[in-house]
Structure formats: C-alpha cells, structure tokens
C-alpha cells in the first residue's frame, strides 16, 4: 500500500505543476490594464503614466519570469490582487469557496448515496417496474442541460410559494442578506436556500451515477463467484449484501472522483441561474472584466482541488481493493 | 451418392456479413429506431421550417410578445422573433456543432488511443498524461476561458465553438481504445499481419482499428451528446455562439428570466434541446445493444 500511495503521490506532483502552468498561461496574455492604456495613451504623458502602471504590476517582464514569480508568491500564500476592486485573491477565494462547497458538498453526497441505493436495487429487480421507472427518469434527467433544470426548479419554486402563500423555498442567494440570527437559525436560512440548486445538481448527477452503479452491480451479480454462492446455498439477501455489493461499490469510488471536473462546471451553471455569490459568480466576473489575478487565481485553486480529489479517490481504491496496488 | 453441391444449395445458406446482422439488431431496437427516425426527420425539417411557416429565424414580425399560435407555433420574444424559427434553428446549429464535435473527438480518440495500445511504453505513458489530465479537466470553465481569448480571432463562430469543444472531449474514448487495443494486439492475426512485415502504421488503421469499431461508434454518439450540452451550456453562459446566430442554450437563457410570464420563450426552446439529447442517447444504446455480444436480450 504504502509504495502503491508514494506512486500516486509522485504522479499528482507533475499534474499539479501542469495545473499552475494551465491556470497561469490560460489567461496571461489578457491586458489587466486594456480600458486604462487606450485612456492614458490619449493623454498627454500617458506613455510614461502606462509604463510605470504595467511595472507595477509586473507586465513588463516577459511570460516565463512572471510565471516564476507567480509561482514563488503562490508559494507565500500570495495570489495577487484583484485589478477590478483592489483585494486580495486568496481573500476573495476564501470568501467564495465556503459557499461553492455548501453546493458541492451536498451535490457529491447525496446523488452517491442516492444513486448508489437506486443502482444496486434496479440491478437487482432488473426490469421490474421500479427498474423501468428509474431507467426512465435517469434518461430523462440524463437528457437534460443543468441550466434548464435549474431554470425549471427556480421557476417551480416561486410558483409553488406564491400557491401556498408564504415563501418555502428560496430561489436567490446563498443565504438572506443581513441576516441577523444565532447560529441555528443561519443554517436553517443556508438550507432552505441550498435546496433548490443542490436538488438540481443532485438530479442531473444521480442519472448517471444510478445507472453507473446499476451496471457496476450486474458486472458483479453475473460473476462466477456469485454462482458458487447461490450454489452453496447462500440465500439471496447475504449474496447481495455480503458478496455482490461489497465489490459493485469499488468503481463508484474512481467515478466520483472522475466526475468531480463537471461537477464543478454544473456549479457554476447553478450558481449563475440561483443568484449566488460563490465560485460561480466570481469566475464570471473575473472573465468579463478582464480580471486576470483572480481568473487565475480560480482556475488555479479549482485545478489543486481537482487534483486532490482524484489523488483522494485514488488512494481510497487502492485501500479498498488490493489488486490495483500491484498493477 | 447424393450430390454435396445441390445439397448445400437446397439449404440456401445465407451468407451475413457483420455489419448486417448489427444493423438487424438495431431495427429490432424500436426505442432507437424512433429515436434515429424522429432526429433525422427533426433535422431535415429545420430546412422546411420558413415554406411551412412563413418566418426565418432573422425576421422581425409585428407580433410582439405573442403566446403560441397557429402563425406562431412557438409564440415570440419582446422584439418579434418568431420562437419556432429560432428554436428550430437552434437545433441545426446544435446538430451541427455536435456532429463536428463528435468527429474530431472520435477521430483523435481512436488513432491516439490505438497508438498507445499498440507502441506501448514511453508513448503510452505520455499520452496517457494527456489523456489523464483531460478526463479530470473542470471543461466548462476552461471553455469560457479559451471563448474570451479568442473573441478577437472568431471564437465564438460555430466551428470555431465545435473545433474547440472536440479538442477537449477525445479522452474517455482514447482510454477504451488503448484498453480494447491491449487485449486484441495478443491476438494471432495481429502476428501474422506483424510477421509478413506490415507497417505499423498498416497495422494500426487497417487491424487494429477496425477490430474496434464498436466501442468507437458508440462512444462516437455519446460524444454527440455531451457535445451538445457542453455548446448549450456555454452559449446558456454568453461565451458560445453569439446573435445573430442561434443557439438552444441562448434561447433558454434569454427566457428563463420570463419562465412564469412568457412560458414558452422558456420551456418550449427547452424542450426542444432535451428531445434532441434524449433522441441522441436512445440511439447511443440502440448501437450500443446492436455492437455489443455479450449484451444479452431482454428475457
């Protein structure tokens, strides 16, 4: 175990680096100072006023030298500071991370959970009336853009409100502006506004996961060794549990970590159609406004944490299944 | 002694080629027939939309704001579109971008993935990084990232969006290749091709790739669908194909914010884009049930 997890340790060290490398080149020839050039370079002494602008922040070095130095800062704990409002990216990340990972994190959980109990009784009661209707559903779900399904539920959501005539479900923020309650009554205001776009996402994830681990679970069930159970006489119910499950949930492990990548594209999707002011939103801007500090900022603590999660998933496949640590 | 010849003949053996016993397999399919006939008579309809109703997707009409009529099919927006020209014209545009998709994904995918199958070692390995590294890549966000790089030199033209798009999706299918590959190159007529001095390059697109194919094809219409969201979501975003052109993912988003006034500037475009994929990924299983041996029927 412990070379199989130096191996997959040593691996996630070059991925990373590509991750600084992708983040920082991916936006490092935007001008951070395009509105501000054309302005000053029609004034007069604007030339000098651009060049002490583009040295003070670092652009008149060439490309390698400033990812060097990006690299050291990020090394420090420094990632920049926002060209469009003058903060610091670790503090703007560190005020939307919190809120994306409500999201993700609630995504993540329940659509396994789900998709899991879903996968293994519709392989189990293959072509019954609940594996029809959950083929049915994962179909349609599968089918659909996030974007749409988040619209829908908004939609869905404020219909029903004005129906029952007091508001039940929130379909803007993360949480009420200048919300004045104790500890309790934030998360209680956090999950009726998390309900919405975590169903979104938890719908559109549990289509596939369900049927992943529907046909991970008929891979096993048709397996030599679930005959010989039967055929020593195991009755069904410990053949399920004991022998088939135990091994149906091994790729859903590598699947989650997989996924994670469009996970967090789904989110930006969902933070964008309910409003909130997390990742999402502030990747957006960052685009739009040309804010490269923090563009890279994201794509850089978005490449680390896909990178750790795999890493994560990785070694949690290799402790649950012993063969792939000799591979 | 009775004749062997006349024999044989009187049993009319019926000599099937493989491609038509899939292709029987696959009518018996009726979801995925329906699925195929229903997208291609979508797609040729898209042509006969301006005949049969009289708007184009560009033309202004008097009737603001109007509900679904028998003049409008799909009503129209604030400033006059006619939904059902627009919507219609999102769906080639979307038909389009995903099958260029879908041909470059499929077509780097396959080679790439046959290559690291069949040279193994140092390629394999550095492909293979590549190929690592694209299967855990966050798309969407590097997607609108490289849409505003490349505003400047045409990236939001539609095959500019498609080219892009298809670059990134090729992973997943050079991965089953390289896994199909592993297990076929063993075999005795990949030897024999070896041992009377084919080239490697024969090798791989004359024996290897063909013997694939199944997995190709099907990965191939996965790739359509995906392709499809992917574009939407980006357009949805305002970083794919830009107005004047059409895109489903524009239209939902330029209705959403009217879902409960305006409904069918919402849902209708919507619905659209989801029988597509839905038609899409029918056809995906329909090949996939007709490629596939070891899939057995249903009892």
Known sequence: MLAYATRKLLISVPVLFLATLVAFLLVATVDPIAEQRVFLLSQPGGAEQVARLEASLGLDKPLLERYGIWLGELLRGDLGTSTENGRAVTSLLAEAIPVTMRLVVAATVFSVVFGVAVGVLSAVRKYTLFDNTTTFFAFLFFAMPVFWLGAVLKDLGIRFNDWWGRRIFFTIGEQSPRLDADFWGTWADRIGHIFLPALTLILIQLAATSRFQRSAMLDVLESDYIRTARAKGVPQRKVITRHALRNALLPIVSYTGLTFGTLIGGTVVTEVVFNWQGMGQLFLDSLLDGDVAVTQGWLLAVGVSVVLVNLCTDLLYGLLDPRVRYD | ?299
């Open chain 2, 1 to 299: 002694m009775t004749d062997l010849g006349s024999d044989i003949s009187a049993h009319q053996v019926v000599v099937r080629a493989q491609w038509r016993t899939v292709l029987r397999r696959f009518g018996s399919h009726r979801l995925a027939v329906t699925a195929l006939l229903l997208a291609i008579i979508g797609y040729a309809f898209t042509y006969f939309v301006e005949p049969l109703t009289g708007w184009n997707y560009k033309q202004l009409s008097a009737d603001l704001s109007q509900g679904p009529s028998s003049a409008h099919w799909f009503g129209t927006d604030t400033i006059g579109h006619d939904m059902f020209a627009q919507s219609m014209r999102g769906l080639r545009v979307s038909i389009h971008v995903s099958i260029v998709v879908a041909a470059i994904a499929t077509l780097l995918g396959t080679v790439l993935g046959a290559v690291q199958g069949w040279f193994r070692g140092r390629v394999d390995a550095g492909v293979g990084v590549l190929v690592d590294f694209l299967l855990i890549l966050p798309l969407l966000p590097v997607l609108m990232v490289l849409a505003t790089r490349t505003r400047a030199i045409g990236g939001s033209s539609l095959m500019f969006v498609a080219v892009v798009i298809g670059l990134f999706l090729w992973a997943p299918l050079a991965r089953v290749v390289r896994g199909e590959v592993f297990a076929i190159r063993e075999k005795e007529y990949i030897e024999a091709a070896a041992a009377l001095g084919a080239s490697n390059t024969r090798i791989i697109f004359r024996h290897l790739i063909p013997n694939v194919m199944s997995s190709v094809i099907v990965y191939a219409t996965l790739t359509v669908a995906t392709a499809i969201l992917v574009e939407t979501a980006l357009a949805f975003l305002g970083f794919g194909i830009q107005p004047p052109e059409v895109s489903l993912g524009a239209l939902v988003d330029e209705g959403r914010d009217s879902a409960r006034t305006r409904w069918w500037l919402f849902y209708l475009p919507g619905a659209v884009l989801i029988s597509l994929v839905l038609c899409v990924n029918f056809v995906g299983d329909g090949l996939r049930d007709a490629l596939d041996p070891r899939q057995r029927k249903r009892p």
